[in-house]
């Protein structure tokens, strides 16, 4: 049987994914843009229960990454809860050491 992560949203991503849609609502000039583009974002992150490791590593720490369009999804794999950690998510021309604190504390 396949194990199902469950998938948890840090604070820092949360407000990553709510100032982008707001700036991609306003740069399109259109709100339903924007809603799709998160609803897209969070099926793109629902995937990540079936095989969260099978994506690339990041740069930093013990983080994947996978790509959303022209965005990054940074993320962690605690394979002994079972979890997913969504730590942020940035535009992916971004380097690592640009994107400020991945979690915080």
């Known amino acids: 049987m396949l194990d199902r992560y469950s998938v948890i949203y840090s604070p820092l991503a949360r407000e990553d994914i709510f100032s982008l849609a ?4 306003e740069q399109s000039q259109d709100q339903d843009v924007a809603l799709r583009w998160e609803a897209a974002l969070y099926e793109r992150i629902r995937q990540l229960v079936a095989f969260p490791s099978s ?3 990041y740069e930093i720490g013990p983080y994947r990454k996978i790509h959303h369009g022209r965005y990054l999804i940074v993320y962690r794999v605690d394979n002994e809860a079972l ?23």
Do not use: F
């Not at 707001?22 to 609502?25: K, Q, S």
């Open 22 to 25: 707001c700036y991609i609502g």
């Open 55 to 57: 994506h690339s590593r």
């Open 83 to 105: 979890e997913v950690t969504v730590c942020r998510v940035v535009a992916g021309e971004r380097l690592a050491e640009n994107i400020g604190p991945v979690e915080n504390g």
